[in-house]
């Protein structure tokens, strides 16, 4: 709350009454419809990564909407811990193979939002280095090249272990978990399906919060740049700052709006604005969907 009180003590309320004035309830509807359809990818995806045989399809689903209200009020997405755990306990899945998937589920959607971004900043160099920094562009490569190293490095360690011998303790898990993600990414039809999923989830995430921008009443000549940024920005401060509070949605919209050409004496009311649609967006399509499945699970 301080920091929301932080950004929005100088707020216009007649300017954001009017840049809500603006916005569109029809295209709030879509986005909230649109970011639906990536959630339910998105443990879709999550079924997809585990091994088979696989539990039914809409346990999996259910376990992962109802973990995923929890990653909205706690921070560092605590939230998928109880997806492991919840795998653990309705479908008999081993916290080691439970890892195994949230770990491929999460780190190719980050992966593939990395190598998007990277193209957003090629085809929008003046906006995105204007506020990220000229070198942009190398320290988005020097992730994914990270990433694809690491990728690599798993797959090499996992095949030095073998899956059929005892383990035990932290060490036994690390091995497990190992050994089952370089399994599923030597596979390369596994690998092929998720890397597809989470490429379509991405359009989908990035659709909806680039909708949120109209839906707000905030006009830009290339919102889908600055939605993205701003959902990059968001989900790194949801490490520090619970999403439910919106102040990263807030803090972040504030610093990436005036470099789109909002006038500085607009930002504060533009960027409350759009704080709310994006709140509205990543809020209650997970809300409707996984509360009642996480309520189930008391």
Same mark, same amino acid.
């Given at each position: 709350?301080?920091?929301?009180?932080?950004?929005?003590?100088?707020?216009?309320?007649?300017?954001?009454?009017?840049?809500?004035?603006?916005?569109?309830?029809?295209?709030?509807?879509?986005?909230?419809?649109?970011?639906?359809?990536?959630?339910?990818?998105?443990?879709?995806?999550?079924?997809?990564?585990?091994?088979?045989?696989?539990?039914?399809?809409?346990?999996?689903?259910?376990?992962?909407?109802?973990?995923?209200?929890?990653?909205?009020?706690?921070?560092?997405?605590?939230?998928?811990?109880?997806?492991?755990?919840?795998?653990?306990?309705?479908?008999?899945?081993?916290?080691?193979?439970?890892?195994?998937?949230?770990?491929?589920?999460?780190?190719?959607?980050?992966?593939?939002?990395?190598?998007?971004?990277?193209?957003?900043?090629?085809?929008?160099?003046?906006?995105?280095?204007?506020?990220?920094?000229?070198?942009?562009?190398?320290?988005?490569?020097?992730?994914?090249?990270?990433?694809?190293?690491?990728?690599?490095?798993?797959?090499?360690?996992?095949?030095?272990?073998?899956?059929?011998?005892?383990?035990?303790?932290?060490?036994?898990?690390?091995?497990?978990?190992?050994?089952?993600?370089?399994?599923?990414?030597?596979?390369?039809?596994?690998?092929?399906?998720?890397?597809?999923?989470?490429?379509?989830?991405?359009?989908?995430?990035?659709?909806?919060?680039?909708?949120?921008?109209?839906?707000?009443?905030?006009?830009?000549?290339?919102?889908?740049?600055?939605?993205?940024?701003?959902?990059?920005?968001?989900?790194?401060?949801?490490?520090?700052?619970?999403?439910?509070? #919106? /102040?990263?949605? &807030? @803090?972040? =919209?504030? *610093?990436?709006?005036? +470099?789109?050409?909002? $006038? %500085?004496?607009?930002? #504060? /009311?533009?960027? &409350? @604005?759009? =704080?709310? *649609?994006?709140?509205? +967006?990543?809020?209650? $399509? %997970?809300?409707?969907?996984?509360?009642?499945?996480?309520?189930?699970?008391?």
């Amino acid at each position: 709350m301080a920091v929301l009180g932080a950004l929005f003590k100088d707020l216009d309320v007649e300017q954001l009454q009017g840049f809500l004035a603006q916005g569109s309830m029809w295209l709030l509807g879509l986005a909230l419809l649109t970011k639906a359809s990536g959630l339910l990818l998105h443990e879709s995806r999550l079924w997809l990564a585990l091994p088979t045989p696989r539990p039914p399809l809409p346990r999996v689903i259910e376990v992962g909407l109802a973990a995923g209200v929890l990653n909205l009020v706690l921070p560092a997405r605590a939230g998928d811990i109880a997806v492991i755990a919840f795998l653990k306990r309705e479908c008999g899945i081993s916290p080691a193979t439970g890892t195994m998937a949230v770990g491929i589920t999460s780190i190719l959607e980050a992966a593939l939002f990395g190598l998007y971004l990277l193209a957003a900043v090629i085809l929008g160099a003046h906006h995105m280095t204007g506020l990220l920094g000229d070198d942009v562009a190398l320290w988005l490569s020097v992730f994914l090249g990270l990433s694809l190293l690491g990728g690599i490095g798993i797959v090499f360690l996992g095949r030095r272990i073998d899956p059929t011998a005892p383990h035990s303790g932290l060490v036994g898990f690390v091995k497990r978990t190992t050994a089952e993600t370089a399994h599923g990414l030597s596979d390369a039809r596994y690998l092929g399906l998720q890397t597809l999923s989470a490429a379509l989830q991405v359009v989908l995430v990035v659709v909806a919060f680039t909708l949120a921008m109209p839906a707000a009443g905030i006009q830009l000549e290339h919102p889908e740049l600055a939605a993205s940024l701003i959902l990059g920005a968001s989900s790194i401060l949801a490490v520090l700052l619970p999403p439910v509070f #919106a /102040a990263g949605p &807030a @803090a972040a =919209a504030a *610093a990436v709006l005036p +470099v789109f050409g909002v $006038p %500085a004496d607009q930002v #504060a /009311a533009s960027a &409350a @604005a759009y =704080a709310g *649609a994006y709140w509205l +967006v990543a809020h209650t $399509p %997970a809300g409707i969907m996984g509360l009642p499945a996480l309520l189930r699970r008391r």
